[in-house]
């Protein structure tokens, strides 16, 4: 029997605010969470929570536990010790403003860097992270493979 496949629960603060750009949907997460899953079999497979929320509540999280008082695009909070019937992989937390900033500054649509921060915040929930070059090419490998099968260009991309 094959491992389940990444599952999502969702949490919006303040829908509203989200609504002129795109409101995340549990459909579209666990769309995007399958396209990530399938070119992932050997990684671990769960649910993850999500909480979109402002930059205000983001911050927050980063000061406590991260020591960095500011915002931030993601934060991704692994679950500490799995339950081995049912996966738990984590929490992951994204904040509107610093995202919508950024898609400004990178010249791309909304819906296509916060699916890029979804997938990203995912990756650190399976175990990859970006301290060093190596771990950064890793990860920006699997990043731009997703985002290509969900018929997305990565933002790593020379134009």
Do not use: C
């Not at 929320?53 to 695009?73: E, F, H, L, M």
């Not at 500490?80 to 610093?98: K, Y």
């Amino acid at each position: 029997m094959s491992p389940s496949p990444l599952t999502s629960v969702l949490q919006i603060t303040n829908p509203k605010t989200w609504a002129p750009f795109f409101v995340p949907t549990t459909p579209w997460l666990d769309h995007l969470l399958g396209t990530l899953s399938r070119h992932m079999s050997n990684y671990p497979r769960g649910q993850i929570s999500f909480l979109f929320t402002s930059n205000r509540v983001i911050r927050r999280y980063n000061a406590q536990y991260r020591n960095i008082d500011k915002p931030t695009n993601v934060l991704a909070f692994p679950a500490s010790s799995p339950i081995p019937s049912w996966t738990f992989l984590g929490d992951i937390v994204l904040g509107f403003e610093q995202i919508l900033s950024e898609s400004h500054d990178l010249q791309i649509d909304f819906a296509h860097h916060l699916t890029h921060m979804v997938i990203h915040g995912a990756l650190h929930l399976m175990g990859f992270d970006h301290q060093t070059e190596a771990e950064m090419r890793i990860m920006r490998a699997h990043e731009t493979k997703t985002l290509h099968q969900l018929g997305l260009s990565s933002p790593f991309s020379t134009p």
